[in-house]
């Protein structure tokens, strides 16, 4: 059974950094490329990141260009994104997903 775990939101200030982990289970890891997206309070759900099944390509959506970066980790079966320079449109939740696949979501706040 395929499963995928978010974690990490969470509310911070405007400029801070938050790291999210998404956990992976059920199929071959190692084998799939990820992405992250997220959703907006009212607006449709969105790509953020993409990383390819070894790690050796990243894509970005121009709004986190250079604030955003995704890795994984396929001994751990688990895929990071590291977000700094937090801004309020940031605010969304996060979804960790592969074809056919998303995670529960996990929200991020960034209010001052």
């Known amino acids: 059974q395929v499963q995928l775990v978010e974690s990490g939101g969470g509310l911070v200030q405007p400029g801070e950094s938050l790291r999210l982990s998404c956990a992976a289970s059920?199929?071959?890891?190692?084998?799939?490329?990820m992405s992250w997206y997220r959703r907006a309070p009212g607006k449709e759900r969105r790509l953020v990141a993409h990383?390819?099944?070894?790690?050796?390509?990243?894509t970005y959506a121009d709004s986190v260009k250079g604030r955003f970066t995704i890795s994984r980790d396929n001994a751990k079966n688990t895929v990071y994104l590291q977000m700094n320079s937090l801004k309020p449109e940031d605010t969304a939740v996060y979804y960790c997903?592969?074809?056919?696949?998303w995670g529960q979501g996990t929200q991020v706040t960034v209010s001052s």
């Open positions: 059920g199929f071959t890891f190692s084998r799939v490329a």
């Open positions: 990383i390819t099944s070894d790690g050796g390509t990243t």
């Open positions: 997903y592969f074809p056919g696949n």
